[in-house]
């Protein structure tokens, strides 16, 4: 009886050659797999953090949009409003550069009493010392310390 294409009875030991074969085509596929990887990282594979200003509860105009992005020689400016919980927040914010996505985190902490009501709140973060470069930028809103939500995705271009 000869099984699935084997040129040898089903229950006898295949030939050294076809194990040979079989143990070459792994690792074939584990290098190939591994190179494919390596071709997909970063050099280092680390983050390169950004120094942040950020100006927290600023007076947006109702005609605005939702965001504003500028970039220009080494910085990206982004101004939006955070959507918190309640009143009471305070602002932080931090920045990172990885395979040219540029990640601004902005994280929203309560300071005080939470009025049971949602805010609104306007802000500003300067991203300074960008290298040149096309980036895709990313802004994370986070509550406290869970994870956030992506509050915009676009790209930008800096000089």
């Not at 305070?90 to 990885?98: N, P």
């Not at 009025?115 to 802000?123: C, D, P, Q, S």
């Not at 290298?131 to 915009?152: E, S």
């Amino acid at each position: 009886m000869i099984h699935r294409g084997a040129t040898h009875p089903v229950g006898s030991f295949a030939p050294i050659q076809e194990i040979a074969m079989i143990r070459t085509i792994r690792q074939t596929i584990t290098l190939l797999f591994a190179s494919l990887l390596a071709a997909c990282s970063d050099a280092t594979g680390a983050t390169q953090p950004q120094r942040v200003d950020l100006d927290f509860r600023i007076e947006r105009l109702q005609t605005e949009p939702a965001f504003v992005v500028s970039d220009g020689n080494g910085e990206v400016k982004i101004r939006g409003n955070f959507l918190a919980p309640c009143s009471g927040y305070q602002g932080s914010a931090e920045a990172d550069v990885l395979l040219h996505v540029l990640t601004v985190r902005l994280t929203g902490t309560q300071n005080g009493i939470c009025f049971a009501a949602l805010e609104n709140i306007g802000y500003q973060a300067t991203v300074h010392n960008v290298p040149p470069g096309v980036y895709r930028l990313v802004v994370v809103h986070a509550i406290n310390d869970r994870p956030g939500a992506v509050a915009l995705d676009t790209s930008v271009h800096v000089q």
